[in-house]
């Protein structure tokens, strides 16, 4: 009976960890199910789009997606499930989101596919990247503007 007891706590307290984990991330974490509806949303990403996790929690995920991506998002999940090819799951890249107030915003956009007991859910991690844009702008036009200046001479 003891035995029982102390796979329990340890479960209980793996599960504890976990969530504390997720919860403190900086990065945004959210699950979707098999058809794109969100099942879990961690506090930054909450914080990220401008919700509560309660607002999107049950939604579509395409509703934290600008045009064209909010039309197309389930057509990309059925032809991930008709070809098994993937076009982003299990890579890297840069998106845009829409936030609950309307902006759009770049964010770079890992997703990996976890198959549970019972079924497939997908993780998506968001990394916003706009203040890093906003850096790099000044740098980009001072080098055009350097290079422009130099074929000049």
Same mark, same amino acid.
């Given at each position: ?16 960890? !976990?969530?504390?984990?997720?919860? &403190?991330?900086?990065? &945004?974490?959210?699950?979707? /199910? ?55 799951? &299990? %890579? ?7 936030? %609950?107030? &309307? ?14 007991? /019972?079924? !497939? ?12 844009? %906003? ?12 290079? !422009?200046?130099?074929?000049? !001479?």
């Amino acid at each position: 009976m003891e035995e029982t007891s102390n796979h329990y706590e340890h479960s209980l307290d793996n599960s504890t960890r !976990l969530k504390a984990i997720i919860d &403190g991330a900086i990065d &945004g974490i959210i699950t979707i /199910d098999s058809k794109g509806i969100v099942e879990t949303m961690n506090p930054a990403a909450a914080r990220i789009f401008g919700y509560v996790p309660e607002e999107i929690i049950g939604q579509n995920i395409k509703v934290l997606m600008p045009e064209p991506d909010h039309s197309q998002h389930d057509q990309y999940i059925q032809n991930y499930y008709r070809t098994g090819e993937a076009q982003i799951i &299990g %890579k890297g890249r840069e998106v845009l989101g829409l936030k %609950k107030d &309307g902006s759009v915003f770049p964010f770079m956009l890992s997703i990996s596919e976890v198959r549970l007991q /019972d079924k !497939l859910i997908f993780t998506g991690i968001v990394h916003d990247i706009s203040e890093l844009k %906003k850096r790099r702008r000044p740098c980009a036009k001072a080098r055009t503007r350097s290079t !422009l200046s130099y074929r000049l !001479l």
